[in-house]
């Protein structure tokens, strides 16, 4: 029998809550009986969504949190003050080894400064990093830095690309991954300050498999698995994707609707556009994890629905089996 | 009848150098006989392609150089070195005012510097930018700065801002442009300290419509027309809108060609595919001027066909006639 692994959930995150995360939740354990989830949240509604399903009790609990963390609050101000928000207390429960994962669809700047100043940081990480998968041609490359630090120091970049190093190495079974640094030119001699110095840097590293740097244009031919910035460009990188991803697909329906001719054609397409979306999907890889805290922290799209969430906490069970934070405590 | 504008292009320029550009050249002068050209390059090279072709001989005049800068070469060491270049020439056609613009697909660094050694600056402006047009749902934003200032001071940003704006007027008669700051929230308090100063200089600015803080999701919807950014940001998007787009275009045509039906349905939708890839395809919207300059440099993409070379030539001709080196000088 595998171990039981116990999975906190904040049922009051994201803009589909608390619905689609029960319905994710009821989801997941569906076909995993070794997995144990807090709902985190307001009672009453939590209780409302689970009663309209059918499932193992013994594997839901639900964790009473009156509070609620709004995106537009200042993250480490609302951390401090909301105790009793469903972020503040998932945290809680990775802290007190409770729960061995949280996930959330919350505020990501909460979730980075709770992860902080709640479940702590590894020792020698200096700053926890969010680190996404993004899609490419062949696959997915993993994005890091994606979270709040905005004014990175080369010494956090070389951190991230051992972190992301082992990571992408254990969740995806990739032996030795390639970590490229995203510049404005491929020689050495390129990009500012920050990128020059953590090049310099990268290139002594024994851990990690440094394939130099790379240039945006190549970022979706796949051409590097592990994909170290700072997160200013992290952030830029990720939602550039998401929102161009989604642009070119209506304007590809929008060309596909213009004439009878087009209209046939876009049917007979159907299933093959249906596949080629589904590349797209960023609900297809599951969260992103907080890499560098002393538990795991896993965010999840704001808009996800039960399948994204679904998704997530299975892929905590991953996390989890593979011990990936012993394994990156052992390189700090 | 209109006055004349003479453009010197740079003949060595560029993946597909001397022909593509000889052959541009070409389609621009046959449409607009107010334009007259400096082919700047290999005497010989030139004119063995000139003679592939029938054309008013009055419009183009071929100068000799007899060195070319490397892609690879270190950019302010090139500029110095190589008196005899076609870039150095070219721009000093510019400079001594026998020219109204330098087009060329060649190295953007060696451009960039001597941009500022040869041609010089406008009085007032701290760092030329270049500023390329991206592709969006509903036409195209202007991306502010994507040349070599990559560690940019606020005060450079809000400049960009500002030339960048008048630049979007001229050129697509667009009154009052949108202006936005590229930014990893809309908020005012978000960001790493060089957008968050820029964002306070820049909304004390009347003579620009500032809109705030764009995330790089909305990049795409079209929400500003002007995307104020330091060159590496800028750097990291252009990039990545070239080599996403390809990749997307290369996911959907595998995804079409896996049977036979969604091959069918391809082969309807030819015609609307067409219209899509025209909508991506970065030639269409010409090159990237370098504002701030005592003249029209104007960098155009290294794998320019000859439609790519024509538009940009014909893009000199708005540029000079709507005076816009003039109108920057103006507010600086």
Not at 93 to 115: M, P, Q, R, W
Not at 235 to 254: A, Q, R, V
Not at 277 to 304: F, I, N, R
Request: hydrophobic share 40%; with cysteine; aromatic share 6%.
């Amino acid at each position: 029998m595998q171990d039981m692994i116990t999975v906190a959930v904040d049922a009051m995150g994201g803009d589909h809550a608390p619905a689609e995360v029960v319905k994710g939740t009821i989801d997941a354990i569906a076909d995993n009986r070794n997995i144990k989830i807090y709902l985190v949240g307001h009672n009453i509604s939590i209780n409302d969504e689970l009663s309209k399903y059918t499932y193992n009790k013994e594997q839901i609990e639900v964790v009473d949190a009156k509070e609620i963390i709004d995106l537009h609050e200042s993250p480490v101000m609302a951390i401090r003050r909301k105790k009793e928000s469903s972020i503040v207390k998932g945290l809680k429960l990775v802290k007190e080894k409770k729960a061995d994962a949280f996930v959330s669809a919350g505020s990501t700047g909460a979730l980075l400064a709770g992860g902080t100043f709640v479940v702590g940081r590894i020792k020698g990480v200096e700053r926890p990093a969010l680190a996404p998968f993004i899609p490419h041609k062949k696959g997915v490359s993993l994005l890091i830095d994606c979270g709040a630090n905005v004014d990175s120091k080369a010494s956090y970049l070389v951190q991230f690309a051992k972190m992301g190093s082992i990571y992408y190495e254990n969740v995806l079974g990739v032996k030795n991954p390639k970590v490229a640094l995203v510049n404005i030119g491929e020689e050495e001699s390129k990009g500012n300050s920050l990128v020059k110095e953590a090049y310099a840097l990268l290139k002594q590293e024994d851990d990690i498999q440094f394939i130099g740097n790379i240039e945006a244009r190549d970022i979706s031919s796949g051409k590097a698995d592990v994909l170290v910035c700072d997160a200013f460009v992290g952030n830029i990188i990720l939602k550039y994707t998401e929102g161009f991803g989604l642009t070119l697909l209506s304007m590809l329906k929008d060309a596909f609707l213009q004439d009878t001719r087009s209209k046939l054609g876009a049917l007979l397409l159907k299933p093959a556009l249906k596949k080629f979306k589904k590349q797209l999907d960023y609900t297809e890889y599951g969260g992103a994890p907080l890499l560098g805290l002393e538990g795991l922290v896993v965010k999840t799209h704001g808009s996800s629905d039960a399948k994204a969430i679904k998704n997530t906490i299975i892929q905590c069970k991953t996390f989890a089996e593979q011990n990936i934070n012993h394994k990156i405590k052992q390189k700090f």
